[in-house]
């Protein structure tokens, strides 16, 4: 990553119970819009990478045989394990890896997900390795909500987070001078990715967010992970919950984008033709 910033597994620490109610969510149809775009049916196998506490890869086992959700978070791990228990979603598997450990002896796979979380791995390794792991006819996703406007005050949230962690943005044990790295659609080009097709899944409703889906929003991140306050924890949640004042906020649920990148057919093995 930019910036001399190394990945280490406290990154997403303390995070994993705050994620599925802190979180916007995605746009209810994704997974079938993403299901038809890939002619998904009861053979195909779906790895979602990153996958947290299992929010995709629980939205797409009903269209698949077997998804594998795989996040190097034991505790995000535990909890995708629970939601499919509540829910008696049985063709899922948990896998406590790396995107860097890719293919290990997952197999292949017609769809490969990635919901906000390329950004956190070596990305042109991985996405050389997601190449080479496709079916025929698979995909390399990308799963995402585009912005939409800010109701709740998430620039004061911001700023308090500041206040207690220094300006810039923490990362695990590390800072992030300039952020993540954006433009993958040239990392998926130097992989052997051709054009993106994109799908804009449009959700719309609103929703009442409370001080408590706020405090979980900021704990649900990685820039204000609960570990990252150490003993002045419950100092910024008090702080945090004055700022909210106990209100609820309306917020519009933005659209969610799928991008689907397949590979590029003039592409042999590792090298162009
Ligand atoms: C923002 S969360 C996204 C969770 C889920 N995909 C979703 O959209 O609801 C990012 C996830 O990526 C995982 N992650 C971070 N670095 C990773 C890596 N190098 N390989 C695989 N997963 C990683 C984190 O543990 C975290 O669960």
């Not at 535990?78 to 997952?106: C, F, I, K, Y």
């Not at 996405?127 to 995402?144: D, E, H, K, S």
Request: charged letters at 25%; hydrophobic letters at 45%.
């Amino acid at each position: 990553m930019a910036d001399g910033w190394e990945w280490d597994d406290t990154l997403f620490k303390g995070t994993a119970a705050h994620y599925t109610r802190g979180r916007i969510p995605y746009a209810p149809a994704f997974a079938e819009t993403l299901a038809t775009a890939l002619d998904l049916d009861g053979r195909s196998r779906l790895l979602d990478v990153g996958c947290g506490p299992g929010i995709v890869t629980l939205a797409m086992a009903p269209f698949v045989g077997e998804a594998i959700g795989m996040d190097p978070d034991l505790d995000m791990l535990a909890e995708a394990g629970r939601q499919a228990g509540r829910r008696g979603v049985t063709n899922v598997r948990w896998e406590a890896s790396r995107a860097e450990d890719l293919p290990g002896d997952l197999g292949a796979f017609r769809a490969v997900v990635f919901a906000q979380s390329f950004h956190w791995t070596d990305r042109d390794l991985v996405a050389a390795a997601v190449r080479r792991m496709l079916t025929p006819g698979g995909a390399f996703v990308q799963i995402g909500n585009l912005p939409s406007p800010a109701v709740a005050p998430y620039e004061e949230i911001g700023e308090l987070v500041r206040r207690y962690l220094g300006p810039v943005r923490r990362a695990g044990q590390g800072r992030l001078v300039n952020g993540t790295p954006g433009r993958e659609d040239l990392v998926l080009a130097r992989a052997g990715f051709a054009d993106v097709e994109r799908h804009v899944v449009p959700a719309g409703e609103v929703v009442a967010r409370t001080a408590d889906d706020l405090v979980a929003w900021a704990f649900s991140r990685s820039d204000s992970a609960p570990h990252l306050f150490g003993d002045r924890l419950a100092d910024f949640e008090q702080d945090l919950r004055a700022l909210l004042r106990g209100r609820v906020f309306a917020e519009r649920l933005p659209a969610t984008e799928i991008r689907i990148w397949r590979p590029d057919i003039r592409w042999s093995g590792d090298r162009p033709i």
